[in-house]
């Protein structure tokens, strides 16, 4: 079979990709190893997480969050199959809606592991290996390398790995998966993976602790709204032991008696203590996923395990090129989405683009944390003079009606241009607040352009708005 354009992976990246591909009339094929389309995202990231998120939100809510507001409501009853069954159900209806968008779009899709196979200009052979051994080859003239990434793994202190088993030991796919409540969950890493299972788990009733190497939550983010945001979790019950490093986790008990025992001590190695779990989470990072591509055959560069690529997505063999998790950048489903979309566009002989500097990143706890540009110590790395507009949810009408006070949107601009640099907000729908944020800086605004934009009444956005007024300090409500 020849194609246009075969894309090895179906994940946001790829399925994404070959989708406008085919828009665009190539003769688009995928490749999936996988049983299910979607990829990571959709079958043991983003959307089983935001159904369990969400399901144990409801739970939490309806155990003390409905009764200040004059709803009485026996306390509640977890029923764990029933809530695994709409994450199931959730996962089910979209990864069905990836095959029947392949199908819409014609596009061929091949189960097996993808194999670069011999490129030459023009015409790239790839390898589709499947799960019975059976071999097709597949002539195109492109290949999108798609391939996503995996769990890092953690290693002790002698620098073994430490094992994960998926029932005491667990990555994030074994903690969407528990068959109970682990009464003491211990979680390393408090990273966003970290804080939203960590935050399932502890809503349906877990003890849980998070060791993290680092002396704050959330790396990569603010440093004012990620210590707030621990000052909620740590309202909320989560244990943090920042400044630590996991040296190892050993086993005791047999059976359902099995626990862990997780040592840790602080970076300096000065402090050391244990701690017993019945589930021990790690959540320390992902790598990228390169394993049976064939990259070093066919020759195509690499750096720390991520496929080198230029500002056009190609690597260095001709007609090959690289998206998402598996090159450099965040790792998120929406960049390796607009990545999709920037290189199809681009092998149609248009001009494909992503504004890196404009990718929102969400945590969807309770309250959730959004951000979109620099935060504000990487504006000031940058030497950027700025000015920051602060607005709080407690001061704002709709949050108090909904009991969701909790938090500030935090706007930094340019002191000198008023050009809106960095969106941060913390608090309840935050994800879909920075989406305006997102847009405005795609268009270069400010934060005058923000504040004399006329936002509904009462609504959470309205703290948005007051924030941009923030910055020339002129609120209205504070
Ligand atoms: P993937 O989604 O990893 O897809 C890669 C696909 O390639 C897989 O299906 C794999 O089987 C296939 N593949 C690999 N090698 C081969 C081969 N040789 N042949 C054939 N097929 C192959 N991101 C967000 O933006 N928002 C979130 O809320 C969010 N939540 C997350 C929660 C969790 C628990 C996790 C683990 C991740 C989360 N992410 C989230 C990250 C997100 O899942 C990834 O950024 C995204 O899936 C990357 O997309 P991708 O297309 O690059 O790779």
């Known amino acids: 079979m020849t194609y246009d354009l075969v894309v090895i992976g179906s994940g946001p990246g790829g399925y994404v990709c070959a989708i406008r591909a085919a828009q665009l009339g190539l003769r688009t094929a ?84 993808g194999r670069l196979k011999g490129a030459c200009e023009g015409n790239i052979e790839v390898e589709v290996v499947g799960a019975d051994g059976a071999t097709q080859t597949l002539q195109t003239k492109n290949v999108v390398i ?12 002698s620098g073994a790995e430490i094992a994960i088993d998926e029932k005491l030991v667990l990555s994030s796919t074994g903690a969407l998966a528990l068959e109970k409540i682990p009464e003491r969950l211990v979680i390393v890493g408090a990273g966003v ?63 359902q008696e099995t626990r862990a025992i997780v040592s840790y001590s602080s970076v300096d190695g000065a402090v050391s203590d244990t701690i017993e779990a019945d589930a021990v989470l790690i959540a320390t990072g992902r790598i990228p996923y390169t394993l049976g591509l064939g990259l070093e055959e066919a020759g195509v560069a690499q750096e720390r395990g991520r496929i080198v690529i230029d500002d056009h997505f190609a690597t260095n063999i001709p007609g090959v090129y690289a998206i998402g998790d598996v090159v450099r950048g965040p790792m998120l489903a929406h960049k390796a989405e607009d990545e999709g979309i920037a290189v199809a566009e681009i092998l149609a002989g248009q001009a494909g683009h992503v504004n890196y500097g404009v990718i929102p990143s969400v945590v969807y706890t309770m309250p959730e944390v959004a951000a979109v540009g620099l935060s504000e110590e990487e504006a000031k790395a940058k030497g950027i003079a700025i000015a920051v507009g602060r607005f709080p949810f407690s001061a704002n009408g709709r949050a108090r009606a909904m009991r969701a006070t909790d938090g500030f949107v935090k706007i930094i601009a340019n ?32 934060a005058e352009d923000l504040a004399r934009t006329c936002h509904a009444h009462p609504t959470l956005s309205e703290a948005v708005r007051e924030a941009a007024l923030a910055v020339a300090k002129r609120a209205i409500h504070i």
């Not at 002191?415 to 941060?424: K, L, M, N, S």
């Open 193 to 255: 993976i970290g804080l939203e299972l960590g935050s399932v788990w502890r809503r349906l009733g877990a003890k849980v602790t998070a060791i993290e190497y680092l002396d704050r939550v959330l790396p990569g983010f603010d440093l004012e709204i990620a210590t707030r945001f621990q000052k909620i979790l740590e309202k909320q019950g989560i244990v943090f032991h920042l400044g630590s490093k996991v040296t190892g986790v050993a086993r005791t008990g047999a059976g």
């Open 146 to 157: 798609a391939s996503g990434s995996a769990v890092a793994p953690l290693r002790d202190a």
């Open 30 to 113: 995928v490749v999936e190893k996988d049983a299910t389309f979607g990829g990571t995202c959709l079958n043991v990231g983003c959307i089983p997480s935001k159904a369990l998120l969400h399901a144990s939100h409801m739970f939490e809510e309806a155990g003390h969050g409905l009764a200040p507001l004059g709803v009485v409501v026996d306390p509640p009853r977890l029923d764990l199959s029933a809530m695994m069954k709409h994450k199931a159900d959730t996962v089910g209806a979209n990864v069905n809606g990836v095959a029947f968008l392949f199908k819409k779009n014609k596009i061929d899709s091949y189960r097996g592991v």
């Open 415 to 446: 002191a000198a241009t008023d050009r809106v640099v960095g969106v941060h907000i913390l608090g309840a729908g935050a994800g879909e607040l920075i989406a305006e944020a997102a847009v405005l800086m795609e268009f270069s605004g400010s």
